[in-house]
C-alpha cells in the first residue's frame, strides 16, 4: 500500500497563495491516480481536483476552477496542490489520496488510500 503525508497548509489572508504537498512512499506512485479533498467544521468531505496516474489529465471543482493547479511529480513522488488567490471559503482540512483502479474521479469512495490532512486557514 501507500503512504500520504501531506504538508504545507498555514494561515493566509484572502487573495493569497499556498502550495501543498503530498509525499507518497511505499509503492510506485506513478501507479496511482491521485485527488485532492477538502473538509471544512460541520461539512461533508469536498472535492477539489484529480489527476491521472501520467499526469496529463487533470480534473477540477467548479469551486477552484481558474484558482488552483493540480500537478505531480513522479520522480520526487509527490503531488501538488497550488492554491491562488484563495478565499476565505477555502478554510477547510485538506487531504491528498490515491487509488490504483480508477484512471482519474472526483468521488472519495473512489480512492483507497488517505493522508491525515493539512489545515488551510483563510482569514478575510
Known amino acids: 500500500q501507500v503512504q500520504l503525508v501531506e504538508s504545507g497548509g498555514g494561515l493566509v489572508q484572502a487573495g493569497g497563495s499556498l502550495r501543498l504537498s503530498c509525499a507518497a512512499s511505499?509503492?510506485?506512485?506513478?501507479?496511482?491516480?491521485m485527488g485532492w479533498f477538502r473538509q471544512a467544521p460541520g461539512k461533508e468531505r469536498e472535492f477539489i481536483a484529480a489527476?491521472?496516474?501520467?499526469?496529463?489529465?487533470?480534473y477540477y471543482a467548479d469551486s477552484v476552477k481558474g484558482r488552483f493547479t493540480v500537478s505531480r511529480d513522479n520522480v520526487k513522488n509527490t503531488l501538488y496542490l497550488q492554491m491562488n488567490t484563495l478565499k476565505p471559503e477555502d478554510t477547510a482540512v485538506y487531504y491528498c489520496?490515491?487509488?490504483?483502479?480508477?484512471?482519474?474521479?472526483?468521488?472519495?469512495?473512489?480512492?483507497?488510500?488517505w493522508g491525515q490532512g493539512t489545515q488551510v486557514t483563510v482569514s478575510s
Open positions: 511505499g509503492r510506485t506512485f506513478s501507479d496511482y491516480a
Open positions: 489520496a490515491a487509488d490504483r483502479i480508477v484512471y482519474i474521479s472526483y468521488s472519495a469512495r473512489d480512492y483507497k488510500y
Open positions: 489527476i491521472s496516474r501520467s499526469g496529463s489529465n487533470t
